[in-house]
């Protein structure tokens, strides 16, 4: 079993940078694929970043591209999600999730555990 609490959620500005971070519990941490999705009222959750477990390989959502990144601490168990040049566009909230599995897939419904949430809004 793994449980996921998501922090680092909140206001900013057009242009700003936010950082979000995951804690995770669970002895086996290092062998799940971690990745951030994002979903807004009336849209399906969205994949927006992904690392695997081992040799840290990450994808991400063409639309955050060269403006987010992601990485995991496996000592601290933790992965983050550092937001910059941030877009209205970027508003939703953000999900932390895992799977016990080897490569990081785009679709939710693959991920075994998800955190509960945070909410992320850029004004324009």
């Known amino acids: 079993q793994v449980q996921l609490v998501e922090s680092g959620g909140g206001l900013v500005q057009a242009g700003g940078s936010l950082r979000l971070s995951c804690e995770a519990s669970?002895?086996?941490?290092?062998?799940?694929?971690l990745a951030w999705f994002r979903q807004t009222p009336g849209k399906e959750r969205e994949f927006v970043a992904g690392?695997?477990?081992?040799?840290?390989?990450?994808k991400y959502a063409d639309s955050v591209k060269g403006r987010f990144a992601i990485s995991r601490d496996n000592a601290l168990k933790r992965v983050a999600l550092q937001m910059n040049s941030l877009e209205p566009e970027d508003t939703a909230v953000y999900y932390c999730?895992?799977?016990?599995?080897?490569?990081?897939?785009?679709?939710?419904?693959?991920?075994?555990?998800w955190g509960q949430g945070t909410q992320v809004t850029v004004s324009s």
């Open positions: 999730a895992a799977r016990d599995g080897l490569a990081v897939v785009i679709g939710p419904d693959i991920y075994d555990y």
């Open positions: 690392i695997s477990w081992s040799q840290g390989i990450t």
């Open positions: 669970g002895r086996t941490f290092n062998r799940y694929t």
